[in-house]
């Protein structure tokens, strides 16, 4: 098993496929390097290095107690970066995953980097229900497996017209939810509803795809990639059409094309959107 040592006592597990330029692939909410699997096989076809880790508390890494802030995550994936030496690197970051790669960048810099994906952000601001952060912990902490599985609909559209999505790959898509931790399941819920990062996305200067469903309930569309878009100095938001929150998975054979020729264009306009 590949493992990076972040700190004495934590591990983070990671997978490193194919060659060429690299990019890294950050999960979002306890869910882990394992729901890349789809995107990494196309990507790594079309001649790209892919690398992918489980962030603390997550599937095979370790499960530390503390850690689960941005500021924390973000320096696990400097390590990542750091350890393996990449340059030229693309970012491609899910929902949590694009709050950790906006910390990234804003507190380490380019240098590394030279653009990054966000699909189904949660950027920029806080939640404006104070009490609903609590009211989802309760329920994790109450039952977790009944938790993570009523997100199910909700993250594929499972319940919407013309959804192919199997029980088969609901189950799977649950089961590697649950390898995580309770109080990394918790933590993350926390961080998700109390994150306010509009100065962190000013710093940012690379080019940024922001890919988002327009059926995505867990990460409303004009609440979090369209402020996110204006907020960035040079970025692109495309709205995937009847696309929810999982679409990353469920759809990777349609995405795998927009990140591969957004990683081969030189630049894109900064206020470009469609």
């Known amino acids: 098993m590949s493992v990076i040592k972040i700190e004495k006592n934590l591990n983070l597990f990671y997978k490193d496929y194919g060659s060429g330029k690299p990019v890294i692939f ?29 962030q603390r508390g997550c599937g095979r890494s370790d499960q530390p107690w503390d850690g689960y802030n941005c500021g924390t995550l973000a320096d696990d994936l400097a390590a990542i970066i750091n350890q393996l030496d990449l340059n030229e690197l693309t970012l491609v970051g899910h929902s949590l995953g694009c709050a950790v790669i906006t910390q990234y960048l804003a507190h380490y810099g380019e240098a590394r980097v030279s653009r990054a994906v966000y699909m189904g ?15 989802l912990m309760a329920a994790i902490k109450a ?8 997100l199910a609909d909700g993250f594929f559209d499972l319940s919407g017209e013309g959804n192919t999505v199997s029980k088969e790959m609901t189950g799977w898509t649950v089961s590697i939810v649950l390898q995580g931790s309770l109080r990394a399941s918790m933590e993350m819920t926390r961080l998700v509803f109390n994150n ?18 327009d059926k995505d309930v867990s990460s409303p569309l004009d ?35 927009e990140i591969i020729d957004f990683i081969n264009i030189d630049e894109i306009s900064p206020i470009a959107v469609s």
């Not at 950050?26 to 880790?53: N, Q």
């Not at 039952?143 to 009523?150: E, F, G, I, M, Q």
């Not at 306010?196 to 469903?213: R, T």
């Not at 040079?234 to 990777?252: C, D, E, F, R, T």
């Open 196 to 213: 306010d990062q509009e100065d962190e996305l000013k710093k940012i200067n690379i080019p940024v795809l922001l890919l988002h469903g």
């Open 143 to 150: 039952d977790t497996p009944a938790y993570v599985r009523s």
């Open 26 to 54: 950050v999960h979002g909410w306890v869910i882990s390097s394992h729901s890349w699997e789809y995107l990494m096989d196309d990507i790594c076809k079309a001649g790209f290095r892919c690398i992918t880790y489980d």
């Open 121 to 135: 952000t949660i950027s920029p601001y806080p939640n404006p229900d104070p009490t609903l952060a609590s009211s």
């Open 223 to 257: 609440f979090t990639a369209v402020p996110t878009h204006q907020l960035l100095r040079n970025s692109k938001l495309k709205v995937m059409a009847n696309q929810p929150h999982g679409m990353y998975i469920s759809q990777a054979a349609m995405l795998s094309p």
